[in-house]
């Protein structure tokens, strides 16, 4: 019953920002952590940008400076801001969510949006 869902992406000039979002919905009791992962053309799937609902954050070396992740406890939300985006930049954006469906049931559950595509191009 859970779902997640992304939106955001488009197609954005070198130097440019773009704002993705990732809404989780359906019977969630809590969230431990969300983040962001990319897949660019013929390569694996890669950690962007991980965040816990208490705050703690993690990034890829390669972002730091540029993304941050935020996210929206009450909402289910977060958020990846995208700054002085690069092409190489380019790929399919995941996000994911380690949660929580039960009060009494042990076990963490990952759960996996479908993407959303982030082209960085003149």
């Known amino acids: 019953q859970v779902q997640l869902v992304e939106s955001g992406g488009g197609l954005v000039q070198p130097g440019g920002s773009l704002r993705l979002s990732c809404v989780a919905s359906?019977?969630?009791?809590?969230?431990?952590?969300m983040g962001w992962y990319l897949q660019a053309p013929g390569k694996q799937r890669e950690l962007v940008a991980t965040?816990?609902?208490?705050?703690?954050?993690n990034y890829a070396d390669s972002v730091k400076g540029r993304f941050t992740i935020s996210r929206d406890n009450a909402r289910n939300t977060t958020y990846l801001q995208m700054n002085s985006l690069k092409p190489e930049d380019t790929a399919v954006y995941y996000c994911n969510a380690f949660l929580t469906t039960s009060k009494t049931i042990v076990g963490v559950q990952l759960y996996w949006g479908q993407g959303t595509q982030v082209t960085v191009s003149s």
């Open positions: 359906g019977s969630i009791f809590s969230i431990n952590s």
């Open positions: 965040i816990t609902s208490a705050g703690s954050t």
